[in-house]
Nanobody, 117 residues
Framework: QVQLVESGGGLVQPGGSLRLSCAAS????????MTWYRQAPGKERELVAR????????NYADSVKGRFTISRDNAKNMVFLQMNSLKPEDTAVYYC??????????WGKGTLVTVSS
């Protein structure tokens, strides 16, 4: 079955960096776009970044442009989110999502990122 497992979250000071990873299995990874979402306390889940199946096209939420970079390794079935210049408002649970696999959206369980001094 489809599985997405995120890792790499934690506590970081403002201005710091973190790299999130998502290990995917159970589907033909290289044929699907992948996305990262986040959900802050009391807020709706929002799309952070998207990467095309081959990795050539990326899109970002305005709030993270220039600070976050999404990438993927199709040989290892992994997608990454490099987060730099982190701000307290980036605090959220970050989710890896595989949209449209067999007509469904699959989600990982999430990894918590806390940006605080």
């Amino acid at each position: 079955q489809v599985q997405l497992v995120e890792s790499g979250g934690g506590l970081v000071q403002p201005g710091g960096s973190l790299r999130l990873s998502c290990a995917a299995s159970g589907f033909i990874f290289r044929t699907y776009a992948m996305t990262w979402y986040r959900q802050a306390p009391g807020k709706e889940r929002e799309l952070v970044a998207r990467i095309s199946s081959a990795g050539g096209v990326t899109n970002y939420a305005d709030s993270v442009k220039g600070r976050f970079t999404i990438s993927r390794d199709n040989a290892k079935n992994m997608v990454f989110l490099q987060m730099n210049s982190l701000k307290p408002e980036d605090t959220a649970v970050y989710y890896c999502c595989a949209p449209g696999v067999n007509g469904m959206n699959y989600w990982g369980k999430g990894t918590l990122v806390t940006v605080s001094s």
